[in-house]
């Protein structure tokens, strides 16, 4: 079985400061993915960033990157020069190869303070 | 926008109705998971399909089905609905099902609230 935590229910930070939300997962697979989502209070669900278990270089999109510790299985997201705009929960999964599970954490919420 | 299309994107019914709710994924992408979203159970993974057959089963009830078109389009039948199945339901699709790296996208979502 596969879990994902993330520890952190609600973070507030200033508006422009740099965010890192944490994730960390379980897995007993050698190749599975993890991703990082976005959910808005309008409720949609929004594609952030990918990091396959095999890639050795941190992913990065636009202001996203992603902290991959393979060895310490945590996967956190920084967002850097926040935005009030990224107030949001911000969701961490891992996708199961095999079984084509994608399993979520509980969240965090984000508040972005001007 | 996603390119996911999933409709309605909201719905009030009764318990014990059936509803019908529809996706449309990615062009492209053969793939089409379905999620539900509620307050207690947070996200949970129910079904997926692949090019029509299905591919993998989650924590989907019995009351629940669905299916994939040979258009790719998909639908989740929920039946003898109950307050409890009041949740969003995620529709979300990926090229390939032999997941290689391929991301997964999801639609807005359909509110269901059952009264």
């Known amino acids: 079985a596969q879990k994902i935590t993330q520890t952190q229910p609600g973070m507030f930070v200033q508006e422009k400061e740099a965010v890192t939300l944490d994730c960390t997962y379980d897995?007993?697979?050698?190749?599975?993915?993890l991703f990082w989502y976005k959910q808005p209070s309008s409720g949609e669900m929004i594609f952030l960033i990918y990091q396959g278990s095999y890639d050795e270089q941190n992913a990065t999109e636009g202001r996203y990157s992603l902290n991959f510790q393979k060895a310490r299985k945590s996967a956190n997201l920084v967002i850097s020069a926040s935005q009030l705009g990224d107030s949001a929960m911000y969701f961490c999964a891992i996708l199961n190869f095999g079984n084509e599970k994608l399993t979520f954490g509980t969240g965090t919420r984000l508040t972005i303070i001007p | 926008d996603s390119g996911v299309t999933q409709t309605p994107k909201h719905l009030i019914t009764a318990t014990g109705q059936r509803v019908t709710l529809r996706c449309s994924p990615r062009s492209g992408d053969l793939s089409v998971y379905w999620y539900q979203q509620s307050l207690d159970q947070g996200l949970q993974f129910l079904i997926q399909?692949?090019?029509?057959?299905?591919?993998a089963k989650g924590n989907i009830l019995e009351r629940f089905s669905a299916q994939q078109f040979p258009d790719l389009h998909s639908e989740l039948n929920l039946s003898s609905l109950e307050l409890g199945d009041s949740a969003l339901y995620f529709c979300?699709?990926?090229?390939?099902?032999?997941?290689?790296?391929?991301?997964?996208?999801f639609g807005e979502g359909s509110w269901l609230t059952v009264v």
């Open positions: 399909y692949y090019n029509g057959e299905e591919r």
């Open positions: 897995t007993s697979d050698q190749s599975y993915g």
């Open positions: 979300a699709s990926s090229v390939d099902g032999q997941y290689s790296g391929n991301t997964i996208y």
